[in-house]
């Protein structure tokens, strides 16, 4: 009697899920990509690469290049970085990466056209912007700082402590701010944070320079850093991130092909990855 009991008990554990169980994804699509170099969105139908100077438009079944977007040479686009797409416009993150000192600006296109329809400067402030996002009625922008020797002298660009994540209404003035805990730091070695995008579950999912993980995160009740709840491994080399929101539970992220996989002919990646 008593071990029928037991193996009752037993078999109730192990039929009912555990809460809170580690979240997992399965890489559902692959494309060659040469411009998914720096970040990526996506829409309903396309998805957006983005390198320094280009945003390419891709259709989401088919891997096919629709039209592409890129500024001059000597022009004032630069350095773009990870992308948001809402209500028909491509918001993508932009900084003089790595010249200096630090200036960063939002950059906005048309994502029917691909024409360049706007900008929100944010001057020298914070840092070099990294991600883009709209989440509950507001943007949100991470400014990122570097312990990589690229500042004047060869000091550390910014310190990658001073990494920000700041809230801003949607006309872009500044309500709050929040820092990184020093475990997703750790991680980034001398770099910083370099894509983010707001889940479907209400986390903030984060990604670094170069690791093949992402970072679940939440806001903290008391304090001003980022509280980490997961660290995910993902099929990426860091950089831009982006969830679908016209799929729930699809995000897209890039490979960033190394200089010996280009000497071979190999290219730049996107990967698209459902979240199990």
């Not at 491509?90 to 939002?106: F, G």
């Not at 070695?189 to 903030?204: A, I, R, T, V, Y």
């Not at 679940?216 to 950089?239: D, F, H, M, T």
């Amino acid at each position: 009697m008593k071990k029928t009991v037991f193996l009752s008990i037993l078999m109730f554990f192990v039929l009912i899920p555990v809460a809170g169980a580690a979240v997992q994804f399965k890489q559902i699509a692959e494309f060659n990509v040469p411009e998914a170099n720096q970040g990526i969105g996506v829409d309903e139908h396309y998805f957006y690469a983005i390198d320094n100077r280009i945003v390419a438009k891709y259709e989401k079944q088919t891997g096919k290049l629709i039209s592409k977007w890129e500024g001059e040479k000597d022009g004032p686009i630069i350095h773009l970085d990870s992308a948001a797409v809402f209500d028909g416009k491509i918001y993508c993150a932009h900084s003089n990466w790595s010249e200096w000192p630090m200036t960063s600006s939002i950059e906005i296109w048309d994502a029917k056209t691909m024409e360049h329809i706007g900008n929100h400067s944010f001057g020298i402030h914070w840092g070099s912007a990294t991600w883009v996002d709209w989440h509950e009625g507001h943007w949100w922008v991470a400014f990122a700082n570097y312990d990589r020797p690229y500042g004047p002298n060869g000091t550390p660009y910014g310190h990658k402590i001073c990494t920000t994540i700041v809230k801003f209404t949607d006309n872009w003035h500044w309500l709050e701010a929040w820092t990184l805990p020093k475990k997703i730091l750790d991680r980034l070695e001398d770099m910083s944070n370099s894509g983010g995008s707001w889940g479907p579950d209400g986390f903030l999912y984060l990604s670094g320079h170069d690791p093949a993980e992402v970072y679940k995160c939440r806001l903290p009740k008391a304090g001003s850093v980022i509280e980490l709840v997961e660290i995910i491994p993902l099929n990426i080399r860091g950089q831009g991130i982006a969830w679908d929101r016209s799929e729930p539970g699809v995000l897209y992220g890039i490979i960033r092909a190394t200089k010996q996989e280009r000497e071979k002919g190999e290219t730049h990646k996107v990967i698209v990855s459902k979240q199990q």
